[in-house]
């Protein structure tokens, strides 16, 4: 069948099950989105206030619902305007992927109006990225794209198309998608650019000799990281942990990987874990990380990081071994099928003493009860963990506040907690969170912030009322950059430059601006009155949370310390 390119890739697209896209349109891309219109009642198009915004929903979309997402954007600065997305989306594993449109190729390398070599750019935080100049190839390249992005270690791939490729006819042959990887000259294309579309068997060696170090350890830990998430291998890691009879550590990104109200999580580890984690991971024997790249947030001084113990990594990515902490053993491997093989070969563990030991340490910071005017972080956690459902949705943006949240908000499954914990991307929550409720429209979706991160991209609170989207922001609000407070408190001899924040807006006048619903609360009561009447709502709604400015996150291990040398405790 004889089809231009634009509608070409509205077909592959729909061959992959596409049904929702995050973008905004230009020039260059106005073919696709011409065609686009045709698509209506099977493809439906948010359109955001700002291209980050678009990248950031189509990531939340992925994380929350375990698809691809989907981030159209024009050429120049609109596909530039993705990058912070994508190098988001790339450091988490999060797969999407983007399509951008460029000039027309007789305009390449004249500085036309409106053009970036974004392949070029976007190269180093990319999993693969792709210039397409030729109608003819168009089709296997978005299905190619497709399947790097969600085979192996996820993660983001970008399509930029030259303009006149998208009006150009060829011959289109539909291709369903489990026929893909054994099409002839596609299947070579996608097992050549992913290495292994199907990722290989973990070796049953490596697996033994892993239960045997298990079987000798008596004083083991486990860690779930981000890879027990992006698997969706909670369940397996939940009947491992509990073979081992173990307490497990949990990082940033693992969040959702294993529930946090399970009587053996001993909270987050690393630069703001517990006491219980960090003392745990200093006395072990045995570390086994799942799914764990040992960041420096997680391994702050990697010689003297579980130096008692012999360290296991399990990881789907070969490169990660040995990367950032020399390691005693790995095995490579999908993290769901690595601990099926672990679980089907391991006996019922016991090791009380050892548990007694390591619980005796908090799990948890303790806080004084607020002042007159203010909340503490904990309370307002709490809050919101006794009012919302226990199924609810939390995107973060970062910063104290996100810290908090993973302290004291126990997540149950994967895709629960949204944060960008490896970029570290201010403004990603908001956008995140517009991705979950779209993919997640029966879940209460809340959006949790700071002063400081909503006002880098509060403008998509219009995308959250044109689209009827009644999500949640609650704003931890100290008047202050709050974590970069916190290191000029600690680190610079309080020399606070530049992060007092004592300005506009008013939240609550901006939430009403957009047509949303916003309250000021000062109390647990108001607080919770405040969340009632927002989850009763069916729009949008705003709740700026007062807080002390000089609230600190609690406890904190400096980078380059030992995990166990506290700051503050």
Same mark, same amino acid.
């Given at each position: 069948?004889?089809?231009?390119?634009?509608?070409?890739?509205?077909?592959?697209?729909?061959?992959?099950?596409?049904?929702?896209? !995050?973008?905004?349109?230009?020039?260059?891309?106005?073919?696709?989105?011409?065609?686009?219109?045709?698509?209506?009642?099977?493809?439906?198009?948010?359109?955001?206030?700002?291209?980050?915004?678009?990248?950031?929903?189509?990531?939340?979309?992925?994380?929350?619902?375990?698809?691809?997402?989907?981030?159209?954007?024009?050429?120049?600065?609109?596909?530039?305007?993705?990058?912070?997305?994508?190098?988001?989306?790339?450091?988490?594993?999060?797969?999407?992927? !983007?399509?951008?449109?460029?000039?027309?190729?007789?305009?390449?390398?004249?500085?036309?109006?409106?053009?970036?070599?974004?392949?070029?750019?976007?190269?180093?935080?990319?999993?693969c990225n792709y210039m397409v100049r030729d109608v003819k190839k168009l089709a296997d390249i978005v299905r190619e794209a497709f399947a790097i992005a969600r085979s192996g270690r996820p993660g983001p791939v970008l399509i930029d198309i030259v303009k006149n490729v998208t009006a150009e006819k060829t011959e289109f042959t539909p291709?369903?998608?489990?026929?893909?990887?054994?099409?002839?000259? $596609?299947?070579?294309?996608?097992?050549?650019?992913?290495?292994?579309?199907?990722?290989?068997?973990?070796?049953?060696?490596?697996?033994?000799?892993?239960?045997?170090?298990?079987?000798?350890?008596?004083?083991?830990?486990?860690?779930?990281?981000?890879?027990?998430?992006?698997?969706?291998?909670?369940?397996?890691?939940?009947?491992?942990?509990?073979?081992?009879?173990?307490?497990?550590?949990?990082?940033?990104?693992?969040?959702?990987? !294993?529930?946090?109200?399970?009587?053996?999580?001993?909270?987050?580890?690393?630069?703001?874990?517990?006491?219980?984690?960090?003392?745990?991971?200093?006395?072990?024997?045995?570390?086994?990380?799942?799914?764990?790249?040992?960041?420096?947030?997680?391994?702050?001084?990697?010689?003297?990081?579980?130096?008692?113990?012999?360290?296991?990594?399990?990881?789907?990515?070969?490169?990660?071994?040995?990367?950032?902490?020399?390691?005693?053993?790995?095995?490579?491997?999908?993290?769901? +099928?690595?601990?099926?093989?672990?679980?089907?070969?391991?006996?019922?563990?016991?090791?009380?003493?050892?548990?007694?030991?390591? !619980?005796?340490?908090?799990?948890?910071?303790?806080?004084?009860?607020?002042?007159?005017?203010?909340?503490?972080?904990?309370?307002?956690?709490?809050?919101?963990?006794?009012?919302?459902?226990?199924?609810?949705?939390? %995107?973060?943006?970062?910063?104290?506040?996100?810290?908090?949240?993973?302290?004291?908000?126990?997540?149950?499954?994967?895709?629960? $907690?949204?944060t960008s914990g490896g970029f570290g991307t201010m403004g990603f929550g908001l956008g995140a969170a517009i991705g979950a409720k779209v993919g997640n429209p029966e879940k209460t979706v809340i959006h949790i912030t700071g002063d400081g991160c909503f006002r880098m991209n509060c403008h998509e609170l219009c995308t959250e009322e044109?689209?009827? $989207?009644?999500?949640?922001?609650?704003?931890?609000?100290?008047?202050?950059?709050?974590?970069?407070?916190?290191?000029?408190?600690?680190?610079?001899?309080?020399?606070?430059?530049?992060?007092?924040?004592? +300005?506009?807006?008013?939240?609550?006048?901006?939430?009403? %601006?957009?047509? $949303?619903?916003?309250?000021?609360?000062?109390?647990?009561?108001?607080?919770?009155?405040?969340?009632?009447? %927002?989850?009763?709502?069916?729009?949008?709604?705003?709740?700026?949370?007062?807080?002390?400015?000089?609230?600190?996150?609690?406890?904190?291990?400096?980078?380059?310390?030992?995990i166990t040398k506290f700051l503050v405790v």
């Open positions: 069948m004889l089809m231009t390119g634009a509608k070409i890739l509205m077909e592959c697209l729909l061959e992959q099950e596409v049904d929702t896209i !995050f973008g905004y349109p230009g020039g260059t891309i106005l073919n696709v989105y011409d065609e686009l219109y045709n698509y209506g009642d099977k493809i439906r198009h948010y359109l955001t206030a700002h291209e980050q915004g678009a990248a950031h929903a189509a990531d939340g979309y992925a994380r929350s619902t375990g698809k691809v997402g989907v981030c159209f954007a024009t050429s120049g600065p609109g596909c530039t305007n993705l990058t912070t997305g994508i190098a988001t989306a790339y450091m988490d594993s999060s797969p999407i992927v !983007f399509i951008t449109c460029n000039v027309n190729e007789g305009l390449l390398g004249k500085d036309a109006f409106q053009e970036v070599d974004i392949t070029g750019i976007t190269m180093p935080i990319t999993k291709l369903p998608r489990d026929e893909h990887a054994m099409h002839g000259k $596609l299947g070579a294309l996608i097992r050549r650019a992913s290495h292994d579309l199907k990722t290989p068997e973990p070796d049953i060696g490596d697996v033994e000799r892993l239960v045997d170090m298990i079987r000798d350890s008596k004083k083991p830990l486990l860690v779930c990281g981000g890879g027990v998430v992006r698997s969706r291998a909670h369940k397996e890691f939940l009947a491992l942990a509990e073979r081992m009879d173990t307490p497990v550590a949990i990082t940033v990104m693992g969040g959702g990987g !294993f529930c946090g109200r399970n009587p053996l999580t001993t909270g987050i580890i690393g630069m703001h874990g517990s006491q219980a984690s960090n003392m745990a991971c200093d006395a072990c024997d045995l570390l086994v990380a799942v799914g764990c790249r040992f960041s420096d947030r997680v391994a702050l001084d990697p010689p003297t990081f579980a130096k008692q113990a012999k360290i296991v990594q399990i990881d789907i990515d070969r490169a990660e071994i040995n990367k950032n902490v020399e390691v005693d053993h790995h095995i490579i491997g999908d993290a769901k +099928r690595v601990l099926q093989l672990i679980n089907e070969r391991l006996e019922q563990q016991n090791h009380e003493a050892w548990k007694d030991y390591v !619980f005796s340490f908090k799990t948890e910071v303790e806080y004084d009860s607020g002042h007159e005017h203010t909340m503490t972080p904990k309370q307002i956690s709490d809050t919101i963990a006794k009012t919302c459902p226990q199924d609810t949705i939390v %995107a973060t943006d970062v910063g104290q506040h996100q810290m908090w949240v993973i302290q004291h908000f126990h997540y149950d499954y994967p895709g629960q $907690l949204l044109f689209y009827k $989207l009644p999500i949640i922001t609650i704003i931890y609000n100290n008047q202050t950059l709050g974590m970069v407070r916190q290191w000029q408190t600690l680190i610079y001899n309080g020399h606070y430059s530049q992060t007092t924040l004592e +300005r506009g807006p008013d939240f609550v006048k901006l939430a009403e %601006a957009y047509g $949303l619903g916003g309250k000021r609360v000062c109390t647990v009561d108001e607080l919770e009155a405040a969340l009632k009447e %927002a989850l009763a709502s069916d729009h949008g709604y705003v709740i700026d949370c007062a807080i002390e400015m000089d609230e600190m996150v609690r406890p904190m291990v400096p980078v380059g310390e030992k």
